[in-house]
């Protein structure tokens, strides 16, 4: 039982290059949320989705897109990747109990 | 959008003292939620709290939800080498918001144990 799967687990950039960082949870969950965690910031949401289909902004999401695949999938884009995204990356999946979190991408862009 | 206040920001301890971190709201809360992230890892429920004065203990920790549902606290007694984590507060993030959706998350109390 896997739970909530990230890849890649590390990353490095130059600016300016875009990736998708992905994630999958086998928990059959409606809601899948990503986050950005830096030094003294906590974990700040990107993007939402409540169920399959729907996607929300969260609290930072410019430079970002979203893609929710499938129940199972919920996808994070970055187009052109600047230093200021530079963090760690943590995937989450919710359904009638708490968020049960992924491994995190750990995301360098130079 | 909902905010909530953590502190302290970090504490350092030795091992066997105790240990708190705050987590304080404006506005009255319909649950608050636990997290512990240990260093490299990834944040992990620990607990909720829904109703007014709600006191929960996990072996030596201790989580307190205000009688106003405006702030929450978690105590660990005698702390050991294996607490060395972040701990997070989360509430919804939406006022009257369940306690599966959104949230928001403090900014985290950094715990360092000294053995």
């Known amino acids: 039982n896997a739970g909530v799967t990230q890849t890649p687990k590390f990353q490095v950039l130059k600016t300016g290059q875009s990736m998708t960082l992905q994630c999958a949870q086998d928990?059959?969950?409606?809601?899948m949320y990503w986050y950005r965690q830096d030094p003294g910031m906590g974990l700040r949401l990107i993007y939402y989705?409540?169920?399959?289909?729907?996607?929300d902004k969260g609290e930072v999401p410019n430079g970002y897109n979203v893609s929710r695949l499938n129940k199972r999938e919920f996808s994070l884009r970055l187009e052109s990747a600047a230093p200021s995204q530079t963090s760690v990356y943590f995937c989450a999946s919710s359904g009638y109990q708490p968020q049960h979190f992924g491994d995190g991408t750990r995301l360098s862009i130079l | 959008g909902q905010q909530v206040m953590q502190i302290p920001q970090y504490q350092h301890v030795q091992e066997g003292e105790d240990f708190t971190t705050y987590c304080n709201s404006s506005t009255t809360l319909s649950n608050i939620q636990w997290y512990k992230q240990r260093p490299g890892g990834h944040p992990v429920f620990l607990i909720q709290?829904?109703?007014?004065?709600e006191v929960k203990k996990q072996k030596r920790l201790t989580f307190q939800f205000g009688e106003a549902k405006k702030n929450s606290s978690l105590h660990i007694t005698a702390t050991q080498t294996t607490d060395v984590g972040t701990y997070f507060c989360?509430?919804?993030?939406?006022?009257?918001?369940?306690?599966?959706?959104?949230?928001?998350f403090g900014q985290g109390t950094i715990l360092t144990v000294h053995p």
């Open positions: 928990m059959n969950h409606n809601s």
């Open positions: 989360a509430v919804p993030s939406n006022a009257g918001g369940t306690s599966y959706g959104k949230l928001t």
């Open positions: 989705s409540a169920s399959e289909g729907t996607t």
């Open positions: 709290l829904v109703k007014s004065g």
